[in-house]
């Protein structure tokens, strides 16, 4: 006997709530306990696994935020989201701006934020489409909510990709400086910054001409927002514009 209509709806509703509520949960939860993966890492396994890629090697270690260079931070901030203490979570100039350059021809270019990165980075997949883009708005709203900014930029350092294999700044300070992640110095943060967001072109060890000057471009760009203090600022109050 097939359900009825009715029931059908309230099933999938109860579904859709309950997913949601669980979706909070777990978001809350990690804004005190360190993600031990990430959706993008597990991706990244099983992609080698399934190839028979023996060459991939799983890199990551969490390291906690006092434990990391504060040029670290503010070099991730100066190269990928200089607004980042002061949006909810999307940078609404730069995604006109995409649209605009897109509506002129030009090659479409990202406008993500480092939140809707840590979601994407978190609970998501690599790819493009309506529904990843979706289900990214609706994590980086919770994150937004949920997590003060210092625990977003925290996160991120832990799990962005940072080359084949390395995860986080814990494994990339190791395997690129030989040395921890609380030493590294203005230069070794900015180099990490600068293969963002494309660490699979782009070489922290052996960085192209293009690296480099992304290099000084953020060395640059962190002297000019006041360097480390730059993301101590008070944080705003909800509600207002940051």
Known sequence: MRPKPRRLLRLVLLLVASWLALSVLVVFVLRFVPPWTSSVMLQDRLTAMLDGDHSFQFRHRWVPR????????IAMVAGEDQKFPFHHGFDV????????AADEGKRLRGASTISQQVAKNLFLWNGRSFVRKGLEAWYTVLIEALWPKKRILEVYMNSVELGDGIYGVGAASEVY???????????QAAR????????????????????????????QQMGQLGGPAYLDRPAPVRGRVR
């Open 66 to 73: 006092e434990s990391i260079s504060p040029y670290v931070g």
């Open 93 to 100: 100039d730069a995604i006109q701006d995409a649209i605009d």
């Open 177 to 187: 400086f030989h040395t921890t992640p609380d030493r590294l110095n203005a230069t």
């Open 192 to 219: 990490l910054a600068a293969v963002l967001p494309n660490p699979e072109r782009f070489r922290v060890d052996a960085p192209s001409a293009y690296v480099q000057r992304r290099v000084a471009w953020i060395l």
